[in-house]
């Protein structure tokens, strides 16, 4: 498993952006995929993206894919979420979490909470 470790939520205002980071460390992660989920109130954990380490294909959740991006550094070991445009229903604590490729998602971060304002 890798230690995923999240920072950059916050509060914002309708309509604005916020970056969140994900650092990792571990093991090399060229068979990995990196993603973010996010988990709001009374609600279950939804995917919102991921990205393939190796080569940067990314996927999205149709709920974001027009507003957020998700990249890597790969010299920093870090995936970042770029959320734009954010509406007040997107509110939840996101999660950083790793999987090799072909498996399902071993590890995960403390989370980071987004709060957006109407």
């Known amino acids: 498993q890798l230690q995923l470790v999240e920072s950059g939520g916050g509060l914002v205002q309708a309509g604005g952006s916020l970056r969140l980071s994900c650092a990792a460390s571990?093991?090399?992660?060229?068979?990995?995929?990196m993603g973010w989920f996010r988990q709001a109130p009374g609600k279950g954990r939804e995917f919102v993206a991921h990205i393939i380490w190796s080569d940067g294909r990314t996927y999205y959740a149709d709920s974001v894919k027009t507003r957020f991006t998700i990249s890597r550094d790969n010299a920093k070991n870090t995936v970042y979420l770029r959320m734009n445009s954010l509406k007040p229903e997107d509110t939840a604590n996101y999660y950083c979490?790793?999987?090799?490729?072909?498996?399902?998602?071993?590890?995960w971060g403390q989370g980071t909470q987004v709060t957006v304002s109407s």
């Open positions: 979490a790793a999987r090799p490729l072909g498996t399902t998602w071993n590890s």
């Open positions: 571990g093991r090399t992660f060229n068979t990995y995929a």
